[in-house]
Structure formats: structure tokens, C-alpha cells
């Protein structure tokens, strides 16, 4: 899936850690950062909140991230990931456990939750919910994008190609258990369930489509008072039915405007509570509003947030063709590139030079795991001199065409880069074709090298890893293919141990390092700015806000 700024392969936008006890039974529960304890709601502010305009905001097809924040707040889901306690909990579902080979996982529910209507959450939910995104006929003529999250489940080919309504591989023993089964292991599906789009959905949703796309029906925090107003508003109010901790502010307000400039502007003339800051605008909103200590939350006097996403900005490189099918050439062009120039010049440290595919805030990081993904022009030059050595007016007789959009910034990014190139003797054109064209020339192999960028649906390292580098995969689009690497990654799948996982995927993640198949730059980061009127609010990597736990002075 793609937009004009940044492709999050088969992902919806939003993208951890990986916690013990993924696949024995957990009790751990409640809302997205909050507990179940049920302490009633306070206050009655209105938070006022800028999003632009969503694709959607229907589980159906939540595939970017605006309808996603919307979406967050109206739907809960069988886990969530808590990435201040660092361990995978539950939502709707109280406990969980797998089978000795990962290939079924069996959801025991919380018994008696609502939706919003007053329909009693249960097994039978999820599984409609789940089949409602399969079936091509649930909206005729426009089928969901986001499908591919249930690829791992029994049916699901059957249900896509019209040959069966519902997925074989889930059912409902009763209404308090859900049990899926896997067409291959997979250990970490329950990191799977945790994306939003996967949520529980009420018979309701069946009488109208349309009416169910603009004001659905969830099971969350909050719940949707009147219609999405396209290209206006949204406003929530809180669901005092909650099965977990009542909100503590009444509503929130989705003002939708049409770019962050215009937003900002907004936010300056306090309409706006909490607002994306232009890149320009970074250095004065932090010394104005305060920068928050650990990057997500916000608090008196800490209204800045700068912490690191789930997302990595790199050069996609065709390892099919000469001379990038040579794994010392790739390294090569990585030593040349200044990324800490890129981040500190045009983005103001708003983003952070990436030393890997995988960024901090995903479980078993390791900090340097990819080697070269360092700038060192004497390394690079030493590599080069072997390969193509270089003539008398410096040259080494190359022209590479490095291929991107200019708009969102993308064009300064890359003609540092290839300065960055030229300094090291290499000549680089730039090709700069409609975003949908390059998009096509990555299914072709005809390309050269390029812009690209990876969000993480689910905060685990498989999410990077097996997608991007298996030879297999439909996103892996360098073709990129090491036997070794295909074998262990689907090992990885199959163990259950979650710190054994962990190891055996930070081993493959250097492995793949090694051979620089792609050339990470830049992990991004939050940028987004709060009035003094939040007292507190978390925005987690995954850049859903948890105003279900949000407070108003």
C-alpha cells in the first residue's frame, strides 16, 4: 500500500517489544495503557484533536493512519501492545494460549462487554468482524486493502476467490472463546490480533453499509456522536458502558483540516489541542511548549513530542542487476551516505540517522545491528577503488539513477544523498517519475535504486524481517534471496519461545545487514505538539493516541 510520501508495504499506516508469555495464558487486561478497574469517568472537556481527512474509519478497511486514530478510539481489539510496560496484554480477550507447534491459538474472552448499541461482545463478533473484511462482497466493487492481516488464517484464500463466505479456521466453541487456526506457524500472531482493524463488530453493521462506514458501531472508549462529516469533523463522546477504565475527558473533537500548515496554524490560535508541527516550526514548538522527557507523553510544561515511530525512510535497491547485485557495492553506497547531515540539516533532529531496518522501539532492536550503516567516506572510497577504480578526473565511470517523487520533501533528501554519491566519484541521475509508476517498476525489476519507507503493522521484528527479506514474500521488492535466511525465518515462526525467537531474529536481522539488500537512512519520529490545556496524554510508536487515558486541565 502506498500514498505520495511514503510506502508502508502491505501495512496499514499507523507502523516494540516482545514480552514473555505471548502464547501461554495471560490475564494482564484493559484499555490501551489503562487498567480495567472500572474507577468511573472524570471531567467533561473535549479534547480537540487534528487529523486530515481519513480513507476510512470502518474496521473494514482502516488501511492509514488518520482513520486509524479514529478507529483506536472507537474499537477494541483482542490484545494491545503496552509499550511503557513493554509486554503484549489484553483487551477482549482475558487469556490466551497456543499450541505446541503455533499453529492454532485459542482467545478466551471477557464475558459480558458491549458494544456501543448495548449488543453483548462475543466469539461470534470477532469471527464476523474478521469474515467482514475477507469477503469481497461485503462492499461490492471496492474490496478492503487490509485483508492481508488475516493471511495466516484457515479460509482465507477461499474467502477472497468467492469460493467460500467465512473462514474455515476461525470458530466459536461459545461465546466467550474464539479459536483460530493458522495455515503455517506463526508464533506471533497475537501481536497480529493487536492491530486495530481486527476488532469485534456487531450484527448492526449487517442492515447498512453506509451508515455503518460513516458512523460505525464499536466497542471501545469512546463512541461516535452524530456521522463522520467528510473533509470536516468527527466528534466522539465517551461510552460510560466501558467494560474497562471509564474515560476521564467527555469527548473528543477530530478537527480535519487539509495539511499540517494550515493545522498548525489552527493549533497556534488555540483551536487545537494537539497538532502535528511543521518541520520549520520544530525548534521554536519545543522551546515554546517543552520537550517531553520520554519522547510520548505529554504533561505540564512536556507538550513536545519527539519520540521515535515505527518506521524506517531507506533506498530500496534492484539486487537483480549490476552493479547493485554486488553485496560490497551496496555496502559501499551506505559508508558514502551522511545520514546524521540529513536528519540534524533538513529535519531539524526530528528525525535520527537508522543503523538498521529495525527502529528502537521494536522488541530485540540492536543498536548497530547493520554494520555499515555508518557514514564512512575513507571506507566507502576503499571499496569503490576496488571495484571501479577510479580515472584521472575522479570518475569511476558510473551512472547510477536513483529514482523518487519530489513532493513531501523527498527531492532535498535526495539530492543530498547524491552529493553525498558524487563526492565518492559516483554520477547520479535523478529520476523523478508519478509515484504509481514507481510503484509498478518495483513488481518489474526496473528500477534502480529509490526512495522508500516501512511502518510496522505489529511491533515485533518478523514485521520488518520476514516481508522484506524473505525471497518469497510479495513485499520483498530487491529481490533479494538467501536460502539460509528464508529457512530461519520461518523457523523463527515456529518457536514459541518468545526470548528464543527474539535471539534467532536478531541473528537473521545482522545476517541481512551483512549483505545490505536495501540502505536504511533515517528512523521517523513524533512531531507533535500539545496546549497547555493536556495534563496528560500518550502517543505510543505506533502513533495511536490513548485518549482513553487522556486528561484535561
Avoid at 484499555?31 to 479534547?47: N, P, Q, R, V
Amino acid at each position: 500500500m502506498t500514498t505520495n510520501h511514503m510506502m508502508m508495504g502491505r501495512r496499514a499506516f499507523v507502523g516494540g517489544t516482545l514480552a514473555t508469555g505471548a502464547l501461554a495464558a495471560l490475564a494482564a487486561c484493559g484499555k490501551k495503557g489503562g487498567s480495567d478497574a472500572g474507577s468511573g469517568a472524570a471531567g467533561g472537556a473535549t479534547i480537540n484533536f487534528y487529523i486530515n481527512n481519513p480513507v476510512c474509519i470502518d474496521p473494514y478497511n482502516t488501511q492509514e493512519s488518520e482513520g486509524t486514530q479514529v478507529e483506536f478510539q472507537l474499537f477494541d481489539s483482542l490484545t494491545t501492545y503496552d509499550f511503557e510496560a513493554k509486554e503484549l496484554k489484553g483487551l477482549v480477550a482475558d487469556s490466551w494460549e497456543a499450541n505446541d507447534d503455533a499453529t492454532q491459538f485459542t482467545f478466551h474472552l471477557k464475558s459480558g462487554t458491549k458494544f456501543h448499541n448495548g449488543e453483548t461482545v462475543t466469539s461470534k463478533s470477532f469471527k464476523y468482524g474478521w469474515e467482514r473484511i475477507c469477503n469481497p462482497e461485503t462492499n461490492p466493487g471496492s474490496p478492503s486493502v487490509i485483508s492481508y492481516h488475516l493471511s495466516f488464517v484457515k479460509g482465507y484464500d477461499e474467502m477472497l476467490d468467492g469460493s467460500a463466505t467465512e473462514l474455515s479456521g476461525v470458530t466459536c466453541p461459545d461465546d466467550d472463546t474464539l479459536v483460530v487456526e493458522l495455515t503455517s506457524a506463526f508464533a506471533d500472531f497475537p501481536y497480529v490480533c493487536s492491530h486495530p482493524a481486527l476488532a469485534p463488530v456487531p450484527e448492526a453493521a449487517k442492515d447498512d453499509f453506509k451508515s455503518f462506514f460513516l458512523a460505525p458501531i464499536g466497542n471501545g472508549p469512546f463512541k461516535m456522536d452524530g456521522k463522520w462529516e467528510d473533509g470536516q469533523e468527527i466528534n466522539l463522546t465517551r461510552f460510560d458502558d466501558y467494560y474497562g477504565e471509564k474515560a476521564k475527558i467527555s469527548a473528543v473533537h477530530f478537527a480535519i483540516q487539509k495539511d499540517m500548515e494550515t493545522a498548525y496554524k489552527e493549533f497556534q490560535g488555540g483551536n487545537l489541542d494537539v497538532c502535528d508541527v511543521p518541520v520549520a516550526q520544530v525548534d521554536s514548538a519545543v522551546a515554546d511548549r517543552g520537550k517531553s522527557e520520554d519522547g510520548y507523553t505529554m504533561s505540564d510544561g512536556q507538550h513536545m513530542l519527539l519520540g521515535e515511530e515505527l518506521s524506517t525512510y531507506y533506498l530500496i535497491v534492484n539486487n537483480t542487476i549490476e552493479p547493485y547485485n554486488n553485496p560490497d557495492f551496496r555496502r559501499a553506497l551506505s559508508l558514502a551516505i551522511n545520514r546524521e547531515a540529513i536528519c540534524k540539516t533538513l529535519f531539524k533532529g526530528t528525525r535520527t540517522p537508522a543503523d538498521g531496518i529495525v527502529p528502537p522501539a521494536i522488541a530485540g532492536y540492536e543498536k548497530n545491528a547493520w554494520a555499515d550503516c555508518r557514514y564512512d567516506k575513507d571506507a566507502a572510497v576503499e571499496i569503490l577503488d576496488k571495484l571501479y577504480p577510479a580515472g584521472s578526473d575522479g570518475s569511476r565511470g558510473l551512472k547510477l539513477k536513483l529514482s523518487y517523487n519530489q513532493d513531501g520533501g523527498h527531492k532535498e533528501i535526495m539530492e543530498s544523498v547524491i552529493g553525498d554519491l558524487n563526492a565518492v566519484g559516483i554520477d547520479v541521475e535523478s529520476d523523478t517519475p508519478e509515484w504509481a509508476a514507481f510503484i509498478s517498476s518495483l513488481d518489474s525489476k526496473s528500477y534502480e535504486f529509490g526512495r522508500m519507507g516501512w511502518s510496522a503493522d505489529y511491533p515485533i521484528l518478523d514485521n520488518f524481517l520476514y516481508p522484506m527479506f524473505n525471497s518469497k514474500s510479495a513485499d520483498n521488492k530487491t529481490g533479494y534471496a538467501d536460502p539460509e535466511v528464508d529457512k530461519a525465518l520461518v523457523a523463527a515462526r515456529a518457536t514459541v519461545d518468545d526470548a528464543e525467537r527474539i535471539k534467532a531474529l536478531q541473528a537473521i536481522n545482522r545476517k541481512v545487514g551483512d549483505a545490505m539488500p536495501i540502505i536504511p537512512l533515517m528512523f521517523y519520529t513524533h512531531q507533535i505538539a500539545g496546549s497547555d490545556r493536556v495534563k496528560h496524554l500518550y502517543i505510543d510508536p505506533s502513533k495511536h493516541a490513548e485518549l482513553g487515558t487522556a486528561e484535561l486541565a
